[in-house]
């Protein structure tokens, strides 16, 4: 085959073909150099790949909350939440935007799911150490009649 064919985009057996980018790879490489933005860009088009992957959107709703974009942020964890209710780590992100809002009660629940289906080890403790003790805040707080402050 010349290559003019090959050139003007007649593909000879054997010829390379261009490979779909993996956007959520680039996505969490763009999240570790701190630029969300870009971040978010790439989470979107690996959510159009994979519109139904709760990873995705979890990942999504962090860099919402990073850029401020608490709305969006509360909205990609419920999504994600709805395609899969044992996802720990949204519900612990949703309760801590929902104790933001004022929410106690809402965030008492995601923080109770995601004390259900906690994530183990020395790491993990880590985070169900401060569950706990938000729970038990939020609780306290509950029973006096107070309303947690927003910050």
């Known amino acids: 085959m010349s290559w003019w064919r090959r050139f003007f985009g007649d593909n000879p057996r054997g010829a390379a073909k261009p490979q ?8 969490l490489a ?3 150099q701190g630029d969300f933005d870009a971040a ?6 690996a959510l ?11 990942n999504m709703a962090i860099a919402f909350s990073r ?3 608490m709305d969006d942020a509360i909205r990609a964890y419920q999504r994600a939440l709805e395609l899969d ?3 720990s780590g949204a519900h612990y992100g949703l309760a801590f935007l929902l104790l933001k ?23 993990g403790e880590r985070w169900v150490r401060h569950a706990r003790e938000t729970l038990e805040h939020i609780k306290t707080d509950s029973d006096a009649g107070a309303v947690p402050e927003r910050e």
């Open 101 to 123: 809002r004022g929410d106690s009660s809402a965030a008492g629940e995601h923080l109770d799911a995601f004390l259900a289906n906690a994530p183990a080890g020395e790491e």
């Open 20 to 27: 779909r980018l993996d956007y959520l790879s680039e996505a």
């Open 40 to 45: 978010l860009t790439s989470y979107r088009l």
């Open 30 to 32: 763009l999240e570790r």
């Open 48 to 58: 159009r790949d994979r519109p139904n992957d709760p990873r995705i959107l979890q």
């Open 85 to 87: 209710a044992g996802l």
């Open 67 to 69: 850029t401020g974009r």
